[in-house]
């Protein structure tokens, strides 16, 4: 059974930092491209960023570019997103998930199969 459990998030003040983290089991972590989305209320979820299986290739939304930060830890089964000068407008909730996609990249939250429960953050002025 797949299970992604995230950790991290919470209030903060603009201009903070946070660190979002993603721990995989029940698959082969080093084989499954891993991703960020983002859902503020009454939007739909969107693309954050996405990390190759090795780590090797990283994408990110062109929105988030410089201050959002992918990273993965293979040894650990754990994904990492490092959100630095938060703004209000990054209030969301934030979700991991996971799938194989070859070299494929999706920003379409449809066609990732397994996700993380969520976590909120919440930016405040």
């Known amino acids: 059974q797949v299970q992604l459990v995230q950790s991290g998030g919470g209030p903060v003040q603009a201009g903070g930092s946070l660190r979002l983290s993603c721990a995989a089991s029940?698959?082969?972590?080093?084989?499954?491209?891993m991703g960020w989305f983002r859902q503020a209320p009454g939007r739909e979820r969107e693309f954050v960023a996405a990390v190759s299986s090795s780590g090797g290739r990283l994408v990110y939304a062109d929105s988030v570019k410089g201050q959002f930060t992918i990273s993965r830890d293979n040894a650990k089964n754990t994904v990492y997103l490092q959100i630095n000068s938060l703004k209000p407008e990054d209030t969301a909730v934030y979700y991991c998930?996971?799938?194989?996609?070859?070299?494929?990249?999706?920003?379409?939250?449809?066609?990732?199969?397994?996700w993380g429960q969520g976590t909120q953050v919440t930016v405040s002025s």
């Open positions: 029940g698959l082969t972590f080093s084989t499954y491209v």
């Open positions: 998930a996971a799938d194989r996609f070859g070299g494929r990249f999706p920003q379409n939250a449809i066609e990732w199969h397994y």
